[in-house]
């Protein structure tokens, strides 16, 4: 892959930034007719390799007022050209004049037009030409009604670029919206495609390339505040990690993770397991004392540090071996610690290196004032909120959910931190705006623990490479865990990948991405 694939691979863009890449495109030289055919002939082409003529021959067209309904009457013309069965659905009476142009040829090809919108529902497939990219009003009425008909029947149906009636940016449903079997995103992926709002919308997704030059592409992204998709190719490059012939111990990381009480042990032990998968050089782990030989028997190459502990089982405080700070590269607290446990937090929040909250230590954290509290903080910081834990840390922002992208760099900014915001596409933003996004995932990690193994894992990563760009790391550490997530799947089905499962399948799959 040229580096330009890649750019192309990992860059996302919002409506404003499309439209800006299109005008470039335009203002040198590239007729708006002629990235039309380019952008629809390849649609067309992919449309024959997944709907062969001898299966489906019968194909919808639902046709809009603007140039995605143009993109769609294109298609309409090629597979007709093909001899398949084409009826085009062409309710608006204004529209635009290119797209107007496309209907007058397909009508004198002999193409059948129709605004009866149940004569549609006997084909085999239904291609939705009705709204591209950057809509932002809510589709009611007639069209509306329209849609909700079309989603109660059982053909597939394609969108071109995006479904019709969600937000480019946001992935908001306006007002109802096209559910897609499959969605083709032409040029580049657009923000939608990771907003989680918007996944039951997409359907199956890909990315059809009709060869915007690279040189538009930086022209209208800077890189310092870009949002980008953490690829295949960028993890090949940085897993495993590498290190010198003459390395040792001491050279490859020191983590130090304070976790666990007496109720949730098992927290301790599976952010133990993620970060020996990591393959940091040291590692240290504080725990209460009674769950030392239980760490042992799970860890036997850790140094485990037993702390005085509360009548209920949380750490009461922190020996000094586990409050010399500075003798380690990363610490990562909260999985399994408990509410108890937040003068620990509190404490912690004073290491002069880079800390990692996660689980109750984001909890002690939101109770002690995200804000206030990493103000006085000289080091990076990084929080693993899931939604919950996001509301309470950032109550001053308002529906983080609606727009996830936004959330965190918002929540990132504010707090000066890098957060990393969990979902069915995780997020990650560092305060200057910089985002990576984890392009996919599986409701396998919907389960108690996986995040405890990614916390670990990542603290190793970061432990190993302390110069390196922390954010990317993070993502890196996101994207490691999720495709382990992915592997187990294939393996064990969703039902069969427990926490403990998954710290099992990190390694092999670091072996897959090198294979």
């Known amino acids: 892959m040229t580096q ?49 003529i001898d299966q489906y021959d019968q194909i919808g067209i639902l046709v809009g007022p603007g140039h995605n309904g143009g993109d769609a009457l294109v298609i309409a013309r090629e597979l007709w050209l093909k001899n398949y069965q084409v009826l085009v659905y062409y309710p608006f009476e204004k529209v635009k004049e290119l797209t107007a142009c496309h209907a007058q040829y397909a009508q004198f090809l002999g193409i059948p037009f129709t605004q009866d919108l149940q004569s549609l529902q006997n084909c085999d497939v239904l291609i939705d030409g009705l709204f591209g990219f950057g809509l932002n009003r809510p589709l009611v009425g007639w069209i509306g009604e329209a849609i909700e008909q079309i989603n109660q ?9 995006l479904p019709s009636g969600l937000h480019t940016d946001t992935g908001e449903v306006l007002g109802i919206a096209i559910k897609a079997t499959r969605s083709l995103c032409l040029g580049l992926w657009k923000l939608a495609f990771f907003q989680d709002q918007a996944l039951e919308y ?9 060869g915007i030059p690279e040189a538009v592409v930086k022209k209208v992204i800077s890189d310092a505040s870009s949002v980008k998709i953490v690829t295949p190719n960028l993890a090949q490059r940085s897993l495993p990690l590498s290190r010198s012939l003459l390395t040792h111990k001491y050279q490859q990381g020191h983590l130090l993770l304070i976790c666990g009480s007496r109720r949730y ?49 949380a750490i009461a405080e922190l020996p000094d071996l586990a409050q010399d700070f500075e003798k380690y590269t990363v610490i990562a607290a909260g999985p399994g610690l408990t509410l108890e446990a937040l003068p620990i937090i509190e404490k912690v929040l004073t290491a002069p290196v880079p800390l990692i909250l996660d689980a109750d230590g984001l909890n002690c954290l939101a109770q002690l004032g995200t804000v206030s509290s990493l103000a006085k903080r000289t080091f990076s910081t990084i929080l693993t909120p899931h939604l919950g834990e996001f509301k309470r840390l950032f109550p001053e922002i308002s529906h983080p959910n609606r727009d996830r992208l936004q959330a965190v760099q918002e929540a990132a900014k504010c707090s000066q931190a890098i957060i990393l915001f969990k979902g069915a596409r995780t997020v990650i933003a560092n305060p200057d705006g910089q985002t990576w996004v984890i392009p996919e995932s599986t409701p396998a990690l919907a389960r108690g623990g996986s995040g405890d193994v990614l916390t670990g894992l990542m603290g190793g990563i970061l432990a190993q490479n302390p110069q390196d760009s922390l954010e990317k790391l993070v993502a890196i550490a996101a994207w490691w865990h999720a495709q382990a997530g992915i592997l187990a799947v294939k393996e064990r089905t969703e039902l069969g990948v427990d926490a403990w499962t998954l710290s099992q399948y990190l390694i092999p799959t670091c072996q897959q991405l090198l294979s």
Not at 12 to 24: G, I
Not at 202 to 210: N, Q, R, S, T
Request: with cysteine; proline share 6%.
């Open 4 to 52: 330009a694939d890649e750019i192309f691979e990992q860059v996302l863009v919002n409506a404003e930034q499309m439209r800006q890449v299109e005008e470039q495109l335009f203002a040198n030289g590239m007729p708006v007719s002629a990235l039309m055919e380019k952008a629809a002939l390849l649609m067309s082409d992919r449309l024959q390799e997944l709907y062969p």
């Open 153 to 161: 029947w059982s053909q597939p149906i394609v969108s071109i670029d």
């Open 202 to 210: 997409l359907g199956k997704v890909e990315k059809l390339d009709f």
């Open 265 to 313: 042990a098992g927290g301790a032990i599976l952010t133990g397991l993620g970060a020996r998968a990591s393959g940091v050089g040291m590692l240290s782990i504080a725990v209460p004392q009674s769950l030392k030989p239980l760490l042992v028997s799970h860890l036997p190459e850790a140094l485990i540090i037993d702390c005085p502990e509360t009548e209920t089982g």
